[in-house]
């Protein structure tokens, strides 16, 4: 059985300026503090953490929606690729931010999520608080 879990946080910043974060290599490895490569073009690859998450884009909808095929090198030799969701909704003090992370290896789930919670979420809230 794969996990899933969804996560939401509102950050200080307009959709339109969270979707270029999420998606923009230099400006992951900037509020990341770690070498992320990637772009805003459906089909293109993406790396982050120096290669510890990689993935693929499957749907970009600007300033919306993006779907990406997810994984780390913690999967377990031969498993498919995640999924990862994000919904960005304008709010009172920025952006909804919804992540919908599914097919998860059994057993990882809840360490993906402190992690984005502890590794993208807090590091987004202070880079957009600057």
Known sequence: MMDHFEI???LPAPPETVFR???DGAIVTEFTGSPAQGDDQPGS????WDGYISGK???IVPPQ???QDWRTT???EGAPASRLEITLEPHPEGT???LAHSEIPEGQGEDYR?????FYFAPLRLHFSK
């Open 8 to 10: 939401t946080t509102v």
């Open 21 to 23: 974060a999420w998606l």
């Open 45 to 48: 690859p993406f790396t982050a």
């Open 57 to 59: 884009n499957l749907e």
């Open 65 to 67: 929606r993006i779907l």
């Open 74 to 76: 913690e999967f377990p």
């Open 96 to 98: 909804l931010l919804r």
């Open 114 to 118: 402190i992690g984005w919670e502890d």
